[in-house]
Every structure is written in C-alpha cells, then in structure tokens.
C-alpha cells in the first residue's frame, strides 16, 4: 500500500451489499472462498447497512476465518443526514471507531479511512484523530475516500510536513473502472507523487463491464435492487455500452470473460494497490479470483485505453496543443 509496510492482496473484497442484499450464509461463503485463495483484504464501512456489514464481518471472524489472516479496512465519517454529507469532527470520528471495534469484535483495524472530505471541519481536527486513532493501537494504518486531488494532496502533505510523528496516508480509496476514469486527472497523479496506494471501488463500472446488462436489467442484478438501482443506473448509457462492447470484443479474443478484462485492466493500472469487487455470489468470487493469472496484451490493453479516454484539457494538455 503505497510507501508503507501494509501489504494487502491484489484484489479486496467488498462488502456494501452484506446484509442487505448478501445474507449471512452467502457472505460466509464468501469471505471463507477468499480467505482460502488467500485474498486478506476486506473492506466495510461503518454505514455499510447501519453498521450491519461490520456485524456480520465481526461475527464471521470470530467463527468462521481468522482476525489476524485479513486485513480489516473501515470506514468512518459518512453521516446518513442530506443536510451533511460528512462528519470529520474529532468528536464524531473517534467515537464512531470505538463502535466499528465493537460491532468487528477486535481489538483494532489495519486500515481506518476517512469516509469523506468534511468542508466544515477543519483539516487538521480530522487528521489529528487520525493520529490519535493510530498512536493508540486502534488503527494500524489511515486512508481516505473520496477526496479529489487537491484535497488528498493537502492532507498527505499536512501529515508529512507536521511537526512530530504523523501517520503517513497508506491509501485513498476512489471509484475507478474503465467506466469513470476521472481519478487519473488529479487524483492518481498525487497518489503517485505522495506514495499513496489507490483502491479502486466499483472496478467492474458497478456491475456494467461485466456486459449482464447489455440485453436489459437481470432480476437479480444490482441494477434491479430497491437500495442500488440509482447506483448502477448512470452507467446505462450510450457511452458506456460502447465501452461494454469493446471490452466483451476483447473478451471473446481471449477467451475470458467481460469481467475478468475490466478487472485486469484496473488492476495492473499503475498506482492501483488493490482493486475492492463486491461479489455477491460465489460464481462471482470465483470469476473475479480467476483475474489472478491474466495479463492483458499489450495492444488490447491499448485498444481500452482509447475506446474508453477521458477527455482532459486544460489545464491538464498543454494549451498550444488543444
């Protein structure tokens, strides 16, 4: 994970849907597939399902798959309130560890991440608990989501350039796919620069780069459930089926599947630490598993590139050329 001792599995395993659309019984099955491929990282969230995603995490760990084989990751400062999108205060950030411990049932998290940049709080309060979090031994290493570049930039440098011992930022966490590129603007950039590992979320376009969509919305697709239809629903576009289609082009040259191209691609993506793939079957799990002994050639993966290249101009591209 970027320029610290964490090491991690080359693909994480998500669980968003834990609880909700994953029951105890497929996410044990789950979890216990990875863990015997040897996959060691999962990610939750505190708001995962209420707090119900790390319930389950805690109580799968203590009966099913040993703490100290995985790498834990959470969340904390998401706030289900539309007024608030976040909450960075020391207050809420420390407290909301104390109770992701609990419902996990451990003792601390390798990676605790900052759910969201809070533009009340100030930065340095939010990363001061941070510090506080891993001087104690409740967090192990720290992360953020969803900060753009300019945002992660100020925090890693605040950490590095800090007088004292300052926990250096192991990772950022951003929706990355052939689908939504945009990170490689600023985001990814920085990450390289500062020594930060990226976590790719959403590394199948939510579901769409698998091509389950391409003939209509499946039943028991995402795209049909009540919580993440709005989800998967901007992916359904005319843009993105022509993505879709040259992914499932280069699938059928290499006799593999959509998912497993869309995987590799984002995986050997430079700067990528892990990729995190919610699976929420087995047959999933045991696709994306599969991604291990693919590597793209050099010309499809060129042939992605193109088909699915952002646009940025300035002040990105040099202006003389635009």
Avoid: N
């Amino acid at each position: 994970m970027g320029r610290t001792g964490l090491r991690v599995s080359r693909i994480g395993l998500g669980t968003l849907t834990w609880t909700r659309d994953t029951g105890e019984r497929e996410a044990a099955d789950l979890l216990k597939a990875f863990w015997e491929a040897g996959g060691t990282l999962v990610d939750t969230a505190d708001v995962y399902a209420d707090g119900g995603a790390e319930y389950l995490l805690g109580r799968l760990m203590a009966d099913l798959v040993p703490r100290r084989d995985l790498v834990v990751a959470t969340k904390a400062g998401g706030v289900p309130d539309p007024e608030r999108r976040s909450d960075c205060s020391r207050g809420h950030l420390l407290a909301a560890l104390d109770a992701s411990l609990e419902r996990l049932g451990t003792d601390y998290v390798d990676l605790w991440q900052i759910h969201a940049y809070d533009p009340v709080t100030p930065l340095e309060e939010t990363l001061q608990a941070v510090d506080t979090a891993v001087s104690s031994g409740r967090a192990r290493y720290a992360g953020v989501t969803g900060f753009c570049g300019w945002q992660l930039a100020k925090a890693a440098t605040w950490q590095l350039a800090a007088p004292g011992t300052r926990t250096r930022l192991a990772g950022a966490q951003m929706e990355y796919s052939l689908l939504q590129r945009g990170v490689e603007r600023e985001v990814l950039p920085a990450a390289l620069d500062l020594g930060v590992g990226l976590l790719p979320s959403s590394p199948l376009g939510r579901g769409v780069l698998t091509g389950k969509y391409r003939g209509g919305t499946p039943p028991d697709s995402r795209g049909s459930s009540e919580h993440l239809a709005p989800f998967v629903a901007p992916y359904l576009d005319d843009a993105a089926a022509r993505i879709v289609d040259a992914v499932a082009i280069a699938a059928d040259g290499l006799a593999v599947t959509p998912l497993q191209v869309a995987l590799a691609w984002v995986r050997d993506r430079p700067g990528v630490a892990a990729p995190i793939v919610g699976a929420r079957t087995s047959r999933q799990l045991d696709e994306v598993l599969s991604v291990e002994s693919l590597t793209l050639p050099v010309e499809i993966r060129r042939a992605l590139d193109d088909v699915s290249a952002p646009v940025h101009r300035y002040p990105d591209h040099d202006w003389s050329t635009l």
